[in-house]
């Protein structure tokens, strides 16, 4: 299957900082990326959806500021928290597929956990 | 919340014995996808199933599906530990969003 990395894996930042995350597609142009955030032992929440080259979609109760979602190119997306606290800290998930078919499946990146101190 | 409940929440099964687990969901759908995550990883896909099939299967998952009940079930047939891990059922309502259920936490024991 397609490949989506993530970087970093892991982070840990001081509370006001911003921290940025990025979301490749390695193999495959990404029409569409999504960004996932998962609490301990809990499902992912969908935080924003974005296109290549358009504004980031974000869904009900996700602060667009806080959360800045950037989609330079078919294969990059880049989430940046902004001015990081403790509640920020989570397990960020980005996807991507490629065409616009409902059916087609989404790939996922490993993940970034984010620790806010 | 359109969020898809999951059940049971948690198993604890021997390896070669079957896992199932239950999802129901609210909303009109298009398809329904089932993903595994192992501990602190990303999600890998196991099978997409559509709104006008009633069961598919794909090596030792098989997947069916009630749109009457508004309901899908997993089975793991034969179990074996490497199967250990949280497994989700998401909906895909036509539009490009997928909408998580709550996982199930599986555990299988040598």
Redesign the interface.
């Known amino acids: ?1 397609a490949v ?1 990395s ?1 970087h970093p894996s892991r982070v840990i930042c001081k509370s006001g900082t911003s921290v940025k995350i990025e979301c490749r597609s390695l193999d495959f142009q990404a029409t ?1 990326m ?1 960004w ?1 955030r998962q609490f301990p ?6 935080m924003a ?1 974005s296109n290549e080259g358009s504004k980031a979609t974000y869904e009900q109760g996700v602060e667009k500021d806080k959360f800045l979602i950037n989609h330079a190119s078919l294969t990059l997306s880049t989430l940046t928290v902004t001015s990081a606290h403790p509640e920020d800290s989570s ?1 960020y ?1 980005c ?1 991507a ?1 490629f065409g ?1 078919s ?2 087609n ?7 970034t ?1 984010l620790t806010v101190l | 919340s359109q ?1 898809g409940e999951e059940d049971p929440q948690a198993l604890s099964i021997q390896e070669g014995e079957n896992a199932t687990m239950n999802c129901s969901y609210k909303t009109s759908i ?2 329904l ?1 089932w ?1 595994r995550q192992n501990s ?6 196991l099978i ?1 199933i ?1 709104s006008n099939e009633r069961e598919k299967h794909s090596g030792r998952l098989r997947v069916t599906l009630d749109t009457s009940k508004k309901s899908s079930s997993l089975l793991i047939t034969a179990s074996r530990a490497a199967d250990t891990a949280s497994y ?1 059922c998401a909906t ?12 199930t ?1 599986l555990l299988v024991s040598p």
Do not use: A, D, W
């Open positions: 299957g989506v993530q569409t999504f996932y032992k809990k499902s992912l929440m969908l959806t397990f998930i996807s597929r616009t409902s059916y499946e989404q790939f996922f990146g490993p993940g956990r | 969020q298009n398809n996808q993903y602190g990883r990303g999600l890998v896909h997409l559509r989700f895909g309502t036509g539009f490009q969003k997928l909408v998580f259920g709550t996982g936490r």
